[in-house]
């Protein structure tokens, strides 16, 4: 008996959790980060401001939890997953380039309003400095795996080579290419898989 009627207000609260974080990044996505309030959220969810305070109890934490929200909206892991289901670093790294191309436009808006805000408000520099390390962290891997298999270019450091990559996966890339230039996504995926063999791969 317990457990029945626990199931609903879990299922409740999950729910409003959920409706908190869609308004907050339509929030962000629509109007920027200045408009990200509590209230705002609150008002945007339809749930009072109480209700969004017993969910989150900063901003802060608002912001970190929308980070995981988009990014489980957008199939993050499973993305993430294909890159390291590879059978060996080249696939790896193509993988790679795949993620990049079809994951990042989806969560473009979010990543530029929250780099256009982070000089001056520390929610924002916090999610973007957690957001950049976990990036990181993936190029890193993928590197270490090209160099244990001994087919990183001779002349890098798996660290230089981690900056190159890291900086070729960039949000701004992207923008240009897709955003400005329309490439189609397939077209952006094989051309970074071919600039990221002919930059770190020994041929």
Same mark, same amino acid.
């Given at each position: 008996?317990?457990?029945?009627?626990?199931?609903?207000?879990?299922?409740?609260?999950?729910?409003?959790?959920?409706?908190?974080?869609?308004?907050?990044?339509?929030? #962000?996505?629509?109007?920027?980060?200045?408009?990200?309030?509590?209230?705002?959220?609150?008002? $945007?969810?339809?749930?009072?401001?109480?209700?969004?305070?017993?969910?989150?109890?900063?901003?802060?934490?608002?912001?970190?939890?929308?980070?995981?929200?988009?990014?489980?909206?957008?199939?993050?892991?499973?993305? #993430?997953?294909? %890159?390291?289901?590879? &059978?060996?670093?080249?696939?790896?790294?193509?993988?790679?380039?795949?993620?990049?191309?079809?994951?990042? &436009?989806?969560?473009?808006?979010?990543?530029?309003?929250?780099? $256009?805000?982070?000089?001056?408000?520390?929610?924002?520099?916090?999610?973007?400095?957690?957001?950049?390390?976990?990036?990181?962290?993936?190029?890193?891997? #993928?590197?270490?795996?090209?160099?244990?298999?001994?087919?990183?270019?001779?002349?890098?450091?798996?660290?230089?080579?981690?900056?190159? %990559?890291?900086?070729?996966?960039?949000?701004?890339?992207?923008? $240009?290419?897709?955003?400005?230039?329309?490439? &189609?996504?397939?077209?952006?995926?094989?051309?970074?898989?071919?600039?990221?063999?002919?930059?770190?791969?020994?041929?």
């Amino acid at each position: 008996m317990v457990k029945s009627i626990a199931e609903p207000s879990n299922m409740r609260s999950r729910r409003t959790r959920a409706a908190l974080l869609k308004a907050a990044r339509e929030l #962000l996505e629509e109007k920027g980060f200045d408009a990200l309030t509590m209230a705002a959220v609150g008002d $945007r969810a339809a749930v009072t401001r109480r209700a969004v305070y017993l969910h989150f109890d900063t901003r802060t934490e608002l912001v970190m939890a929308l980070y995981d929200y988009v990014g489980e909206q957008e199939g993050l892991a499973e993305s #993430l997953a294909r %890159v390291w289901a590879a &059978p060996d670093s080249l696939a790896a790294l193509d993988q790679w380039a795949r993620h990049i191309a079809y994951y990042t &436009p989806k969560v473009l808006r979010v990543d530029r309003e929250v780099a $256009r805000i982070e000089g001056a408000d520390p929610d924002a520099a916090r999610h973007r400095k957690f957001a950049i390390s976990n990036q990181r962290a993936n190029v890193r891997r #993928l590197v270490r795996w090209l160099a244990d298999e001994g087919r990183l270019a001779e002349g890098w450091s798996v660290d230089q080579a981690v900056d190159m %990559v890291w900086a070729l996966a960039s949000p701004e890339i992207v923008e $240009r290419l897709h955003g400005i230039r329309r490439w &189609p996504l397939k077209k952006m995926h094989e051309r970074l898989a071919a600039t990221l063999r002919v930059i770190t791969v020994d041929s």
